[in-house]
Nanobody, 126 residues
């Protein structure tokens, strides 16, 4: 079983940038499709971005398209989410999720992911 660990969250002013990372223990992350979701206080979980196991496909939620970039670094065995032009509305707990690449690429389908990290807090001040 793979354990996913997020890092890179923090407090940043509006317009700033952060890079989140998702790493795996117990397995090679490159074997997994990876998605990022977020949950703001009092709201449901929202799809942010996803990348297929091969890295050939990437997808973004409408609210982050053009500002966020997802990528894989197989040498470091991590998946990164570079977040630019951050807005106060981006404030949330960000979760990394994964499913083995032998399964269909889930994209934004939350139920398609088997493994979830504990989350990392991102706070954007106005």
């Amino acid at each position: 079983q793979v354990q996913l660990v997020e890092s890179g969250g923090g407090l940043v002013p509006a317009g700033g940038s952060l890079r989140l990372s998702c790493a795996a223990s117990g397995r090679t992350l490159s074997w997994y499709h990876i998605g990022w979701f977020r949950q703001a206080p009092g709201k449901g979980r929202e799809f942010v971005s996803a990348i297929s196991g091969s890295g050939s496909r990437t997808d973004y939620g409408d609210s982050v398209k053009g500002r966020f970039t997802i990528s894989r670094d197989n040498a470091k065995d991590t998946v990164s989410l570079k977040m630019n032009s951050l807005e106060p509305e981006d404030t949330a707990v960000y979760y990394c999720a994964g499913v083995h690449s032998s399964y269909n690429y889930p994209n934004k389908k939350e139920s398609g992911y088997d493994y979830w990290g504990q989350g990392t807090q991102v706070t954007v001040s106005s």
